[in-house]
């Protein structure tokens, strides 16, 4: 049983091949899916789910899990048209944005870690009070807009200098590499994977369970505000469920990525390949006419079918 | 005794605290006479949380989200399929086939989480959107109306289902399942050794959870007295916060059937409550998150102090 088929990178690999043959099948049924506008706009649609995964994945490798990040993106969604509505430098929005947001996240990780509380239950309460201030807060109608530099950062048909694709693409794929590197060559990466891997031993290390888990909750809630704020200038307008579908997604990207939920184990890389994957699944089922419900219902078989390929765990027998 | 309420002792208190102040604010619609239709207003959610108990209690990440979309389907199913176009109407069909599909639901997730080892999370996810697009396939408006045998069951009869789940289970606690489930649920690895079929018990109890799912689709139905394809999934979340609210471990191994009840009354009788004081729902759903985060809190603090006085 312990081919290399249980290695990390090979369930990487596995997910970015899956992608790529879904992408054959695609240009195989479909006219005009590997058309350069398609491509483009995959591409984008991609990038937003890849920037809410990456607190997804950082939480999930230290053993955690964040259900708060749909409501984090709504908030900064809401919150950050509302400001910039009423006149606000949009600086100033972010900053202010981005801060409530690490301080939300903050108070998930610590209050989870903390009192050794499951931070399903942490981030979803957090999660549902945010949400329902933001609702009282706009009386249930957000207003305002994404400023132009926003909207057309992540414009499908925008550029960048001379590459055909908007600069959201360059900037991810620049965070992705300094996240790998953060996570591979940091002593906060190894602690994350400590932690994660065995949260018994890792205080004997000298690793402060408390700190990490602060921070890491909090940088997933920042990216989740960034995720906001993004799809802000994406949709043009407010819209405080805008972050609903994200819950699920980015669990699934995570895991169709090869990152296991008990912890210690994961990339970002891995995360990307799942990203990719989900895009392709969604995108193909669209085009061959499938109504939004068999969409569903396909989305969800097809994750469950590859998680049976790839993404299995070990059997308890075997940790005795 | 002691030990109940010490488990269950925040939510207990807090049960007496909104009855309380749900009688004084409210005394017309918690008059005694009102109680079989408060408890038919309860039901689904007092029923999604005691479906979602058994695989929580099972351990190692057990976690049922698909509990709201079995709901939705077993209602569209029930309703449109068998009741209104097929022309079954007893309850000797309908309640069997409820339950029928609830518990092979339960055995498919049993066993993509036992036998396939997917984490329970993620293969329950993939039911969640199956059954989700599934019954929409079915049902893609609400239809109408109910049995009313059915219907009933929201009203004068709403002690019945609720009972004979609460008969199920008191009688599962007199079997060795319940010893397993709890050994495994706190240490499978120790479980395993002394003997336990974890696998087998941890499969039971997702059929458990699926059943008593089905179930409560049913209590559902009988309450709207229709079918509506989108309420199913509004369940899944709200009755895993009762469950942690009733003071059950999502760490699995520690609490029961009657603890995630009481927290499903808990956030019934909130509910109610702030719709007595006429807040609207965002209001509500601040107070919600918070009662949630609080109580998880208030219980680890008690967790703690009980252990350092044991110590």
Redesign the interface.
Known sequence: MTLPLDSIKARVLGAFAVALVLHGIGTALIPGYSAPFAIRAMLVIASLLAVASIGQTLVVILGG?D?SIPFVIGFANVVAAQLYGQGWHFGLVCAVVFGLAALIGAFNGA?SRG????P???T??????????V??WTK?FPSGSAPKAVSGFVSIGGSFGPLPVPALIPTLLVLTVLIVLVLERTPYGRRLYALGSNPGAAPYALINPLRIWTVTFAASAVFAAMAGVLLLGFTGSAYGDVGQPYL?QT??AV?VGGT???GGRGSFIGTIAGVLVLTEINTLLIGLNF???????????I??LL??IY???????T?? | MTRIFGRYGFAIGILVVLLIANLVMNPARFAPGNWPTLLGLAAPLIGAALASTPVILAG??G?DISVGPVMGLVSAVVIKVLYLDAGLASPFILWPAALLIGAAIGAFNGA?ATV????P???T?????????????IL?APIGPAPDWLKAMAGAWSFLPLGLIAALWWALCRTPFHDQLMAVGSD??AA??AGVP?SLTRFLAYVLTGLLAGAAGMMLTALIGSADPKVGANYT?IA??AV?LGGVS??GGRGGLLGAAIGAVDIFLLQSLLTAFNV?T?????????I??VA??LI??QD?STKRSHA
């Open positions: 899990i259900l209050l009192l050794n509380l499951h399903l239950i942490v979803l309460g957090v999660g549902m009070v945010v949400q329902g201030l609702l009282i249930g699920f669990i699934a895991v296991a939920l008990v109504s939004p419900a068999s969409v569903q219902a396909a989305f969800g078989a994750i469950l998680v049976s993404g299995r765990e070990r059997h308890f027998r940790t005795v | 190692r990440g976690i993509m396939v080892r997917v984490q999370i993620v293969a996810l993939g039911t969640y959107l199956i059954l989700g697009g599934l019954t929409l396939t893609p499978d690895r395993y050794t974890v979340l895993i916060a942690a999502l760490a609207s965002y209001v509500l759903q601040v107070a919600y998150g918070t949630l985060v998880v809190v680890a603090l703690r």
